[in-house]
């Protein structure tokens, strides 16, 4: 599992010109899913996204989380994040999740950021979407999770 995680000060996600998901201040997450991927992988992730110290304190210093400021999350799906582009010119996406796969994984992490009571949106699984963000920082974090740890 990988996700770019982006520090925002508001993000959405429209589908076909209607706004389907969208936040104020908080983190926009893209979201890759392999086919290795399952339960312990997103629990993994979650718990390390909703804890990173990345948003300011009264200093200017990150050393507040997502959840310290009350915060949302924006998840986007984004299978393209697993690309494998040591061959040729065309991206090769055999380490994505299939779409059934992909699809009950994403909904788990978003089951499980609401479950820490964060305010959490979604794009449209699937869909061609249009992500507007204002990244606050810049603040763009990676994180890879492998084997249910993250890496």
């Given at each position: 599992?990988?996700?770019?995680?982006?520090?925002?000060?508001?993000?959405?996600?429209?589908v076909?010109?209607?706004?389907?998901?969208?936040?104020?201040?908080?983190?926009?997450?893209?979201?890759?899913?392999?086919h290795?991927?399952?339960?312990?992988?997103?629990?993994?992730?979650?718990?390390?996204?909703?804890?990173?110290?990345?948003?300011?304190?009264?200093?200017?210093?990150?050393?507040?989380?997502?959840?310290?400021?009350?915060?949302?999350?924006?998840?986007?799906?984004?299978?393209?994040?697993?690309?494998?582009?040591?061959?040729?010119?065309?991206?090769?996406?055999?380490?994505a999740?299939?779409?059934?796969?992909?699809?009950?994984?994403?909904?788990?992490?978003?089951?499980?950021?609401?479950?820490?009571?964060?305010?959490?949106?979604?794009?449209?699984?699937g869909?061609?979407?249009?992500?507007?963000?204002?990244?606050?920082?810049?603040?763009?974090?990676?994180?890879?999770?492998?084997a249910?740890?993250?890496?």
């Open positions: 599992m990988r996700a770019v995680i982006q520090r925002v000060a508001r993000a959405s996600v429209t076909d010109t209607k706004v389907v998901g969208e936040i104020g201040p908080g983190l926009l997450v893209l979201l890759g899913v392999g290795d991927d399952g339960r312990a992988e997103a629990k993994a992730l979650v718990d390390k996204m909703l804890g990173l110290r990345i948003f300011p304190d009264g200093e200017q210093k990150m050393n507040r989380s997502v959840v310290d400021i009350g915060g949302s999350v924006l998840v986007v799906s984004q299978f393209t994040l697993l690309a494998d582009v040591r061959k040729g010119r065309r991206p090769s996406f055999t380490r999740a299939a779409p059934e796969q992909a699809a009950a994984l994403v909904d788990e992490v978003v089951a499980l950021i609401a479950a820490e009571e964060v305010r959490v949106a979604t794009g449209s699984f869909a061609m979407m249009d992500v507007e963000l204002l990244n606050a920082g810049p603040v763009t974090i990676v994180i890879d999770v492998i249910g740890r993250v890496q």
